[in-house]
């Protein structure tokens, strides 16, 4: 059974609570992502559509999703960096489909309107304010699909079942599968209702960002600013109970000497630090199966602490 982990628990917790509150609350529209041109847009739409679905079926796949690959990521990423991962990727998809939207605003409207020009859309929206207020995503399936594609880079190997498909196939066929679905039914002329463009906005975001960490491996430690704060705080404390010197007693080290100095534990910081990026590099070039069980164990150590 895969163990869950905290962020993704987390966000379990936080879609199932704010499906379930505006099942039975009205106003739950108003949080639901509205086309940036209509009245009920609101900037803090771009964070809270995540957290909305439209039925049982959708929160319930998304949700499955989540739990079985969210808690793979974050095993490998750490909690920050998976929060940061999802919720960019979350607000990236829904920027992109605002786009989509407008593209689609604009095709509508010269279709209809002799002579229409993009000055004129600023009023064409104010006079189609019931309709366009009806153009609403919501659902958490933008952030979902960038988890995807993450597990797909992090582990292209690694074979995975789809429905119906009877024999499990590698995981980068899996995303590219599903990319292949998207784009299709994307630029398809038929409205099935799905925010195709923020699947796919989604999975853009998450593939510029980890192509951006790959390519920039030493901004891969979030958490490196709160270390940062924690060594001077160490300082402080060793400065203010300690007498100068850093011996702590006269006649020799004192009671402080099983302690480890600034410098043992930067050091040791620096040496696990190291070895996680070995790690890291090898499950970018050959996945997570090619680990060693005394790597798989050492990657998890380090990702719990």
């Known amino acids: 059974m895969l163990r869950l982990t905290p962020v993704t628990k987390y966000l379990l917790i936080a879609n199932v609570v704010a499906f379930l509150l505006f099942s039975v609350i009205p106003g739950g529209d108003l949080f639901g992502l509205h086309f940036f041109m ?11 559509y995540m957290f909305m679905h439209a039925n049982i079926q959708h929160i319930f796949f998304n949700m499955f999703a989540l739990w079985m690959f969210g808690c793979v990521m974050e095993n490998v990423w750490g909690g920050r960096k998976f929060l940061f991962y999802y919720i960019s990727c979350g607000v990236g998809a829904g920027i992109l489909q605002e786009l989509a939207q407008l593209g689609q605003f604009y095709l509508i409207a010269s279709d209809q309107i002799p002579g229409f020009s993009l000055g004129m859309m600023t009023t064409v929206a104010q006079d189609s304010a019931a309709v366009l207020n009806q153009w609403t995503t919501v659902g958490a399936s933008g952030a979902i699909y960038a988890i995807l594609l993450a597990f797909g880079m992090t582990f292209p190997n690694d074979r995975i079942f789809i429905f119906p498909i009877p024999v499990p196939i590698k995981a980068k066929w899996f995303v590219a599968f599903y990319v292949a679905i998207e784009l299709f039914s994307a630029i398809s002329t038929s409205t099935d209702g799905v925010a195709h463009f923020a699947h796919l906005g989604g999975m853009l975001i998450g593939f510029l960002m980890i192509r951006h960490w790959n390519n920039h491996p030493e901004g891969l430690n979030m958490d490196r600013g709160s270390q940062f704060f924690s060594n001077l705080k160490s300082q402080w404390d060793r400065h203010q109970h300690k007498p100068s010197g850093g011996w702590g007693r006269k006649g020799g080290k004192g009671a402080d000497a099983s302690r ?31 680990l060693t069980p005394e790597e798989k164990r050492r990657l998890f150590d380090f990702n719990n602490k």
């Open 38 to 48: 209509a009245q009920n847009f609101h900037f803090y739409q771009l964070f809270t």
């Open 260 to 290: 480890e100095t600034d410098w043992q534990y930067n050091q040791r910081k620096k040496e696990e630090e190291e070895e996680m990026d070995k790690i890291l590099d090898k499950i970018r070039k050959s996945g997570y199966d090619s």
